[in-house]
């Protein structure tokens, strides 16, 4: 295949320097305006392209089609990428760096020197010695989550749209806003959509594609208690925030938390606090690949719950808990093609396959249980929401080379 390289290093340190930051806290969709801005490029680069139906809807989605140029019956497959980036940390005036050929040291980022992207501390980095690495500045996130994914896929329609000899079925295009607040595809319209299956771009180190995911629920733990004069307090005065805080200390200390848990262990963890005497309110999420055990965090929660209102008298609670995702594996082991078809165009790419559970969520996972099939493929993009974000354009065209090859696979398997 052609060198992507030049393409793909426009196209994304174009992107990354849009801010398209999304807010947790906004009731709109999107969730703030300005992802519209990244929206309305793409919809004029796809236009220059030729795809003749892009457009940016009022919810803030990029849709597009690439015709197909085979006599099969093909099914529509889509590739999905979201605009937005973390609240976490900015995303204005990102100022991306390319560091060529890295070298394998230590990478000081200049508008923070204190901000060092160490070896150590990203050994994926040593994998990627003699590669352009890119990063931020030092102030910034990059935004390579989810803007390579972005890159990777209108560098792919450029090349099947100007290589009309690369036979594929109908290919469509979905950029999603809000992905990073858990609302990316809330108003997707899949009709207008009319895809059969789909892959994100979304995935992280060369070769991984995910296709299992962390069921997730959200539970919300209201304590009540008794407000009165503080100089009067004695026997009247129940302080919902000591009970929250008794509760808070209960949780364990050395298991069921995002600090002490990795590989296909879950979590609760507590995100918000937040209250006065009167009233206080716990946030959890709660996380876990088995729905048994993420049943199992509910109950531990609600115990751990009764055993603080029992050392306050006088205090009540309510547990509210609200399911967020499920994991996708449940329905991609219905469709093991879908799967099957992305490990071989990643070979084909010349790519070892790395399969592993996405410690999180995914529009895909959504997308999934909405009745599109929708794992998750490889774009490069490393240390995600801070500002050791890193991205590799050598992964970034391997994962370009893995889509178009992914589209003439789903060709030659068609009849």
Not at 33 to 39: I, M
Not at 121 to 132: E, F, M, N, S
């Amino acid at each position: 295949m052609q060198n992507f390289i030049p393409g793909l290093t426009e196209r994304f340190l174009r992107y990354v320097q849009i801010d398209t930051q999304s807010d947790p806290e906004s009731i709109s969709f999107p969730s703030t305006e300005k992802q519209k801005n990244l929206g309305r490029v793409l919809v004029a680069e796809l236009l220059s392209l030729g795809v003749k139906d892009a457009h940016l809807d009022e919810h803030g989605y990029v849709y597009a089609t690439i015709p197909g140029n085979s006599s099969k019956d093909v099914p529509v497959i889509c590739f999905c990428s979201h605009m937005d980036t973390a609240p976490d940390c900015s995303g204005t005036n990102v100022k991306p760096i390319i560091h060529q050929n890295f070298d394998g040291s230590d990478i000081v980022l200049p508008d923070d020197p204190s901000q060092i992207i160490s070896v150590a501390g990203h050994p994926y980095l040593q994998d990627r010695i003699g590669d352009d690495i890119i990063t931020a500045s030092g102030t910034t996130l990059l935004g390579a989550d989810d803007k390579a994914g972005i890159a990777i896929i209108m560098e792919m329609a450029a090349h099947l749209i100007n290589n009309p000899d690369k036979k594929h079925g109908v290919i469509k295009i979905l950029f999603t806003p809000d992905e990073e607040v858990g609302r990316g595809v809330d108003k997707v319209d899949l009709q207008k959509l009319g895809a059969t299956v789909a892959y994100t771009l979304d995935g992280g180190e060369r070769g991984a594609l995910e296709a299992e995911n962390f069921s997730a629920d959200a539970a919300t733990v209201t304590f009540h208690g008794v407000s009165a004069h503080p100089g009067y307090g004695k026997n009247k005065l129940v302080n919902a925030m000591k009970v929250a805080a008794n509760f808070i200390d209960r949780l364990p200390k050395d298991e069921f938390s995002p600090e002490t848990t990795d590989d296909r262990y879950g979590f609760v963890h507590p995100v918000r606090i937040e209250g006065n005497a009167e009233k206080a309110t716990v946030q959890f999420i709660l996380r876990d690949f088995m729905l048994s055990r993420l049943e199992a965090y509910h109950s531990y929660l609600q115990d751990r719950m009764e055993d603080s209102l029992a050392i306050f008298p006088g205090s009540r609670a309510e547990y509210v808990r609200k399911e967020q995702y499920r994991n996708m594996k449940e329905i991609l082991d219905q469709h093991s093609n879908v799967v099957t078809y992305a490990s071989e165009a990643i070979a084909r790419a010349g790519c070892a396959v790395k399969s592993a559970p996405i410690r999180g969520g995914t529009d895909g996972a959504r997308l999934s249980f909405m009745g599109l099939p929708c794992p998750n493929i490889f774009t490069g993009e490393m240390a995600l929401h801070g500002k050791h974000e890193y991205v590799s354009l050598q992964d970034m065209e391997k994962s370009v080379q893995t889509i178009i090859h992914l589209a003439s696979i789903w060709e030659e398997r068609s009849l």
